[in-house]
């Protein structure tokens, strides 16, 4: 089974910093696209970034562009998601995904197969 562990979460000020890591099996990391989901309490999981195989490419949700940063290491099997001035409403459980397609990345979380357990954020004001 493919295994995705997060790590990184916690509670920070409005307007703070955190960056989160999700540590992956080397080959799902090598051949997979990587994305970055997250869910608030008593709303649907929404896409917030994803990067290609490669790394070439990447994705965000209108919500995070120019906030976030997603990136990925090969060496470690790590994708991070850095997340800056972050606001109230980036509140939510952050979930690391892996699509084992290796063309376009996706913001379509049915591409995605593989789900780590999630890891809480929480920004307050």
């Known amino acids: 089974q493919v295994q995705l562990v997060e790590s990184g979460g916690g509670l920070v000020q409005a307007g703070g910093s955190l960056r989160l890591s999700c540590t992956t099996n080397?080959?799902?990391?090598?051949?997979?696209?990587m994305g970055w989901f997250r869910q608030a309490r008593g709303k649907e999981r929404e896409f917030v970034a994803a990067i290609s195989w490669s790394g070439s490419s990447t994705h965000y949700a209108d919500s995070v562009k120019g906030r976030f940063t997603i990136s990925r290491d090969s060496a470690k099997n790590t994708v991070y998601l850095q997340m800056n001035s972050l606001k109230p409403e980036d509140t939510a459980i952050y979930y690391c995904?892996?699509?084992?397609?290796?063309?376009?990345?996706?913001?379509?979380?049915?591409?995605?197969?593989?789900w780590g357990q999630g890891t809480q954020v929480t920004v307050s004001s």
């Open positions: 080397g080959r799902t990391f090598t051949i997979y696209n």
């Open positions: 995904a892996a699509d084992p397609r290796t063309t376009v990345v996706s913001s379509d979380r049915q591409w995605y197969d593989y």
